[in-house]
């Protein structure tokens, strides 16, 4: 008889028979398998006929679930579109469509031992009242310090992947949510030392620059919905305007910035280096180490994207913009903590960073949803999924090249709210790389 | 351990050395310089040291090395927020009135706001600035600093660059002198598995991760590098590690040896390493060793291999060649059972007694341990059928040589052989030859208890001591000195082989008379 057990990440198969998802272990004289690869071993062992006794799962009881989720026709949709796939695969939709909804039916109609990875504290948080709120039980935490296990449980990425050893064999589903980040190498693990046989993903962006995405269909099934933001735009999300409103730098600003900027461009056209990728860009800094005059170089760009980062004229001009629109709620998004304050400060509105101790991060956003606030001020801890449909104005301060941060702070003032009108703003120096940056998220 | 953008190292082929600070000359002058640095911020913000720590930054060949270091010390700080209020409830005040009244867009009208809050505070403007976001870091004050020796300071800054190296590791290997028990026990909390293989006299251990199996990974790293302090603890060892490249392409060669190392390098010291409770193992060493068996007891005496895996026996019994094995099995975890006991199943052709725990016996099925000697204990070990095990280990094992010496011919050249030097020849103890004795033979001996003389030596002083008896009375002590005069040893065992009496006045040798084998003793 063999005999199938979880060690850590996973699954080890004593007995005379291997099987074709087993490896040899020489270790510890067994046949050891990935826990990805739970589900495909015990169909093959079915099949096939092989008698085996299964000690792999370690499952709590799971009580039976009762709810009222409506679910929207194209919800619906990718929701059966799921089931058919086998319970596994990816769901593709635009922020603000109510993914969240998709995967509370798909855990109540499964009604598995359930954990749900997410990115960040805020959106643990987030995930645990709406868990709440629908099926009325305790829901375990595990992240920002707090370590709760329950049948059904949110997770960050991180402290899934850290306790992967001693958890993977407790969930029978998993809900991976923002799943592009899922296929990276560490993270990758997740998916690969987790038994759960029926898995969820939910993302707004499916493809990955670096081509990884391509790893998904492995790690928990493939693209299995998708619907596009202009399907969706007018019917179930807001309408939306956007505007590049260009800055001049102060005087003073535009003289430091060309002086520092270009004791950067300077060494590179001294030493022959060419910059068109971030490969390139990895290159420099690693010469950084070594070579002081690159050093330096490294040190005089940073204070130039400081200045227009940070500039004053783009302070002012954000004032006038906040006042203008003071009747409605707003988002500011910089690239810099160092800003994040300064605007704090200035305008006297709540500011929310990873600094930003937890109670009162999950208080902002209560006064801000209720209209107690009408502003909050971020740099990039609300990129991802935190709901604040109330939110109608977004201003980018700066941000990085990157086309997806783009879209998800886009998605943070598309959320469906009767009569909004949405509008986005991007200041952009004049005179700067600040240009050219921000053409590389448009394309 | 140090942020992995921190970590200095250079690439020699397909090795890869991490950036040793040496513990002098600049080094040492720089890390003096921080520790002062650090030591004059106390009551400053963070933000204000930082600034100091990066002009100190740009005149250093590396900044990383810098910033290394001040990571190491930032550990050593206490921060402290500065104002007495709750920055949180100051906010909080702050954006609700500015809320109310609407956005500030002048400095006036911002003024009006914090003026406000001050009424209802009754903070002054400079107070609610200075609280306002208080509780960051960067506000944060220096409020104590425990300041090393400059040089210790260097060797946790070399121990915390191998560490972050080792972030990256997808295997590693080693060989200890000592601190077996230590590593062993971190290796299983780490969850990595060990595989061990002898090379010369040291036993080289791997270890890896159960998913290691399936493809090159970094994910056991962090646990190697948390392993690292307890290897280089003590003694002399040696580590080699395979390091997955930035790219994830290659896999660089890193090397680390006591002898190279050791010295640049800071593990735990004695009272930083973790002691597990072992007042079981204390009490049975002191006891056994005040009953002067003649056993040696070594505790921990390193690894016995069982396969692929090794055991940490607590203790060796020895005796000359004989070794016996205890392993005390305390009250642990069933986990920790389980396994135990699938290694102690593996245990072949080694002389082990296992002492149990009372409490354990219901689990510890003693079928599947039949090989093994199982003792029972509750408190304290038994020292009564650890001894009766020894003193039959004795016993077998001389009847077991006994057999394999009968019949045996031996040729000799010496006048006269101890029974121990026999032994030695033959390659048995003592106590062997002395129950096979009737049935070896030696042409040309005699035997005599436990000695072997020749014949032909005894008929020559036999000769001597019989002429000088004919002439003279011969006192013990002269026939002494004659024997050995002759080549001889253990005088009194030849005289009486040669069945002369010697008659005792005294303890004086020299007043003790040798009598013939047929003549009375002379009187008076």
Known sequence: MNNLSYDKGSITIRGETGTPYGKWDPRIGAYRAMALDYHEIRMYLDRSQIPYRDDTPNIPAMPVLHSQIRLRSYQREALSAWLRAGRRGVIV??????????????????????????????????????????????????????????????????????????????????????????????????????????????????????????????????????????????????????????????PQEQEDYDREYSTFTNYLKRNGITMRSATDFQRFIMRTGRDTDA????????????????????????????????????????????????????????????????????????????????????????????????????????????????????????????????????????????????????? | MLPSDLLVARRRGDRIIPGYAELGGSSLELASQIIELYSEALGLKKH????????????????????????????????????????????????????????????????????????????????????????????????????????????????????????????????VSDNWQNIFKHIKWLGLIYTVAKEDANYQVKIDGPTSLFKLSRRYGTSMAKLLPHIVSKGSWRIQAKIVSPTGKNLLNFELDSTRHGYYIKGLSNGEERS?????????????????????????????????????????????????????????????????????????????????DRRLACKVSSKRLEHLSLIYYKNKVPLKPILTHLEKKEKTLTEKEAETIVGTELKLTASVVEMDEIAGLLGVSTESVKVAAENISIPGYLRQGDLYVQKTFLEKIDNAIQSRLTSERLSFGQAVKLIESLGGKNPSTILEILGYRTIWRGINPELAEIVGRNTEPAKG
């Open chain 1, 93 to 250: 939709l635009p922020t603000g469509s109510g993914k969240t909804h998709i995967a509370l039916q798909a855990i109540q109609t499964l009604n598995e031992t359930t954990l749900i990875v997410v990115p960040t504290v805020d959106l643990v948080d987030q995930w645990r009242r709406q868990l709440v709120d629908q099926f009325s039980i305790d829901v375990g935490i595990l992240g920002g310090g707090e370590e709760d296990i329950k049948p059904i449980t949110v997770s960050t990425y991180d402290s899934a992947c850290l306790r992967a050893e001693q958890l993977g064999n407790r969930f029978m589903f998993i809900v991976f949510d923002e799943v592009h980040h899922l296929p990276a190498p560490t993270y990758s693990q997740i998916a690969e030392m987790y038994i759960a046989p029926f898995r969820m993903g939910l993302t707004a962006t499916y493809e990955r620059e670096d081509g990884a995405h391509r790893d998904l269909p492995r790690l928990m099934g493939g693209k299995v919905y998708e619907l596009e933001v202009d399907q969706l735009i007018g019917h179930h999300l807001s309408n939306y305007s956007y505007e590049k409103v260009l800055i001049e730098l102060k």
């Open chain 1, 295 to 443: 050093r330096k170089a490294l040190v005089a760009r940073n204070k130039a994207l400081r200045i227009f980062f940070n500039s004053e004229s783009k302070i002012e001009a954000l004032g006038s913009y906040l006042k203008k629109f003071s009747g409605e709620r707003s988002l500011v998004f910089t690239r810099y903590n160092e800003l994040v304050y300064n605007i704090s400060r200035r305008f006297l509105i709540p500011a929310i960073t990873h600094q930003t101790p937890k109670e009162e991060r999950r208080e902002i956003l209560e006064r801000f949803r209720k209209g107690a606030y009408n502003a909050i001020v971020t740099s990039q801890v609300l990129d991802e999924g935190i709901d604040v449909p109330e939110a109608s104005v977004g201003f980018i301060l700066g941000g990085s090249g990157s086309s997806r941060e783009y879209v998800q702070r886009l998605g943070r003032i598309l959320r469906k709210k009767e009569g909004k009108e949405a509008k986005l703003f991007e200041f952009i120096a004049k005179e700067t790389v600040e240009t050219r940056i921000s053409q590389r998220r448009h394309r």
């Open chain 2, 48 to 175: 204000e040291l930082n600034v100091k720590l990066s002009e100190l930054e740009e005149w250093t060949t590396d900044y990383r090395f810098v910033r290394g270091l001040a990571t190491l010390l930032d550990r050593r700080c206490q921060m402290q927020t500065k104002t007495s209020v709750s920055p949180t409830d100051l906010r909080r005040l702050i954006f609700q009135a500015s809320a109310e009244r609407g956005l500030p867009t002048s400095e006036e009208e911002r003024k009006l706001i914090v003026a406000r809050v001050s009424k209802e505070t009754g903070l002054n403007i400079n107070e609610i600035e200075e609280a306002f976001y208080g509780d960051l870091d960067d506000e944060m004050i220096v409020a104590n600093f425990d300041a090393p020796d400059p040089i210790m300071l260097l060797r946790e800054y070399n121990m915390g660059i191998t560490q972050t190296l080792l972030f990256n590791a997808s295997e590693m290997s080693f060989t």
């Open chain 2, 276 to 356: 597990f409770d072992s007042s079981v193992e204390e009490d049975f060493a002191v006891s056994f060793d005040s009953l002067k068996t003649g056993w040696k007891l070594v505790r921990e005496p390193g690894p016995l291999p069982v396969g692929h895996h090794v055991m940490l026996p607590d203790f060796l019994i020895q005796r000359g060649g004989l070794r016996v094995y205890l392993e005390i099995v305390g009250f642990w975890t069933n986990d920790y059972l389980v396994d135990k006991l699938r290694k102690l199943e593996a245990v072949k052709d080694v002389d082990l007694i296992v002492a149990v």
